[in-house]
Structure formats: C-alpha cells, structure tokens
C-alpha cells in the first residue's frame, strides 16, 4: 500500500497551564487523524496538523482548534 504524501503542514501552539494542556489532549486525542498529533509540553498544547491541498488543512485546523476551545471551556466551568 502506497503512503499518502502530504504537502503541507501546520502547527499549532496554544498557551495554557500544563494541567489543562494535559486534559485537553486526553479529551480531544481520539478525533485526531493518525496523521496529526497532538502533545502536551510544559504549559502549551501542540497541534500538528498535516494535509494534501490548503483547503483540507483549514478545515482541520477549524475543527481541531474549535475542538480544543470547547474542551477547554468546559474543563474551566
């Protein structure tokens, strides 16, 4: 089976304490493709996020971010 090449990339850095960074990562790992990942390191949460065309990747990064903000704001509550 032939690996998918992927063109382009981003990564996501966001800023919070480690104990959520760590709570958010567990929450939101699942609905992760395998071909991103997601770490928790010190206190920021790390996304990367890979894609063929610049269209899927603004849409992953829509849906990670958003996925991440409401896991986020419900551990806060």
Do not use: G, P
């Not at 997601?38 to 996020?49: H, P, S, T």
Request: no cysteine.
């Amino acid at each position: 089976m032939k690996q998918q090449q992927y063109k382009i990339s981003a990564e996501i850095r966001i800023k919070t304490n480690k104990k959520s960074s760590e709570l958010v990562k567990e929450s939101i790992k699942q609905d992760i493709e395998e071909t991103d990942s997601i770490q928790a390191r010190n206190d920021r949460l790390v996304m990367e996020i890979k894609a063929k065309e610049i269209s899927e990747l603004r849409a992953k990064i829509s849906s990670h971010i958003r996925a991440a903000k409401v896991s986020y704001d419900i551990l806060t509550e």
